[in-house]
C-alpha cells in the first residue's frame, strides 16, 4: 500500500478545531464562575456592596493636657480585600504526529554440500582426511504504524476585571473612618470628669466652632477676592473705552495742520488715562476704606475718587458720571459687601480664639484645697 493513502480519511478540522471549540466553552464556564462570585459574594440579596466592619482606637492630645480616646470604625467592600477568581485561558496547543514504517522482510535459504576423503602414509604412519561446505541466506520484509495526538491547555488567573477595579477605586475614595464614641483621658488613661471635663467639653466645642469659621472665612475670601477682580475688569473696560476713542480722534488729525489740538487730545488723553488708572490701582484700599468708614451704607466709586471720560471732539477732558444701574458702581458695592462679610468673620474668629486662650489658661482646681461651703 502506497504512504499516501495511509493519510487519507483523517478528519483533521475535529483534530483540531475540537480542541479550540472545547477552551472556547470552558472560557465562558469560566467567566460565568467570575460573575457568579463576584454577585454572591460581593453584593447582598438587595444588590447593595457588601462591606467589612475594622475598628480601632485613635488617641487625640487635647491642648489642655488630657488625651480624646475615640474609638473609630472603617466600612470597606469586601470586594476589595478578598481575591477574586478569574481564571482566564491563554494558549492552547494542539500537537498531532503520524508516524508510518515500511519494510519488507522475506526469508529464504540455500544449503550446498560437498565432501572429501583420502588416507596415505607420511614418514611411515596411515592418515585418513575428510571435509565438507555449507551455505544459508535470508530476507526480512515487515511494516508498521504510530500515532500521536496531544492536546496542551495552559490557564492564569488574570486578578481583578479593568472594569470592577474601577467601581472598587470610585467606592475606596468615599472610604472614611467614623466616629463611634469619644471620651476624654488624663495622662495616665483614667477618664477627665468633675471640673476638667466641664472644661475639656468647652474647649472642643470652640475648637469645633474655630474650624467652622475657618472654613467659611476661607470662602468669604474667596467671594471677596472674585468681587474684587470684577470690579477691576470693570474699571479696566472703562479705561479702554476712552483710550480707543480718543486715539481714533487723534488719527483724524494732520500734524501738520492741527498741532495744536493735537498736544491738546495728548493732555486729554493723559488726564483721562491717569485718573482710570489710579482707580484701578486703589481699588482694593477704596473698598477697604468705604467698608470701615461707612459701613452698611450705599456708596459709590466716583465719591472717593476722580474720574474724567473723553467726548467726541471735545476740547477738554469731561468728568465721569454714573448713571442708573452703573455695572461699576453695582461692582463696587458688591466688594463692600463681601470684604464686610470676610471682616466679620475675622472679628467672630479672632473672638473665639480668645475663648479658647481663656479656657487653656485657666487654672486648674486644687482638690486638696478645701472648697468654700454655700451659706
Request: aromatic share 6%; charged share 25%.
Amino acid at each position: 500500500m502506497a504512504i499516501a493513502n495511509q493519510f487519507s480519511g483523517l478528519d483533521m478540522k475535529n483534530l483540531i478545531g475540537g480542541p479550540l471549540s472545547a477552551a472556547a466553552d470552558a472560557s465562558l464556564q469560566l467567566a460565568q464562575s467570575t460573575a457568579d462570585f463576584i454577585n454572591n459574594v460581593g453584593f447582598d440579596k438587595d444588590g447593595k456592596v457588601r462591606n467589612v466592619d475594622f475598628g480601632y482606637e485613635k488617641k487625640i492630645s487635647n491642648d489642655d493636657g488630657t488625651t480624646d480616646l475615640q474609638e473609630m470604625k472603617v466600612q470597606v467592600p469586601l470586594l476589595s480585600v478578598i481575591p477574586i477568581p478569574n481564571l482566564q485561558i491563554d494558549e492552547v496547543n494542539v500537537t498531532f504526529d503520524m508516524e508510518v514504517k515500511e519494510s519488507e522482510q522475506s526469508e529464504s535459504s540455500t544449503d550446498a554440500s560437498a565432501s572429501l576423503s583420502g588416507s596415505g602414509s607420511i614418514f611411515g604412519f596411515k592418515v585418513s582426511i575428510s571435509g565438507s561446505v555449507s551455505t544459508h541466506s535470508s530476507n526480512t520484509r515487515s511494516s508498521d504504524n504510530s500515532a500521536k495526538y496531544h492536546v496542551d491547555v495552559a490557564a492564569t488567573n488574570h486578578g481583578t476585571p479593568e472594569g470592577l477595579a474601577r467601581i472598587l477605586d470610585i467606592v475606596a475614595a468615599n472610604v472614611s473612618p467614623s466616629l463611634v464614641s469619644s471620651k476624654a483621658v488624663d495622662e495616665y488613661g483614667n477618664p477627665v470628669s468633675g471640673d476638667d471635663k466641664t472644661r475639656n467639653d468647652k474647649i472642643k466645642e470652640l475648637k469645633a466652632k474655630q474650624k467652622q469659621l475657618n472654613i467659611a472665612l476661607s470662602a468669604a475670601e474667596g467671594r471677596y477676592n472674585n468681587s474684587l477682580t470684577l470690579l477691576k475688569r470693570e474699571i479696566k473696560n472703562r479705561e479702554n473705552t476712552n483710550e480707543a476713542l480718543i486715539q481714533s480722534m487723534i488719527t483724524k488729525l494732520d500734524p501738520d495742520k492741527d498741532e495744536a489740538k493735537l498736544t491738546n487730545y495728548s493732555e486729554i488723553q493723559t488726564t483721562v488715562r491717569n485718573s482710570w488708572e489710579d482707580a484701578y490701582k486703589r481699588a482694593s484700599d477704596l473698598v477697604q476704606i468705604v467698608s470701615s468708614s461707612n459701613p452698611g451704607k450705599d456708596c459709590k466709586l466716583t465719591s472717593y475718587v476722580k474720574l474724567f471720560t473723553v467726548k467726541e471732539d471735545a476740547d477738554k477732558p469731561e468728568p465721569y458720571v454714573d448713571a442708573d444701574g452703573d455695572t461699576m458702581e453695582t461692582a463696587f458695592k458688591n466688594a463692600i459687601d463681601s470684604f464686610n462679610d470676610y471682616s466679620d468673620i475675622q472679628a467672630k474668629l479672632a473672638e473665639n480664639e480668645n475663648d479658647i486662650h481663656d479656657q487653656l489658661t485657666k487654672p486648674a482646681k486644687d482638690p486638696n484645697k478645701e472648697q468654700p461651703q454655700p451659706q
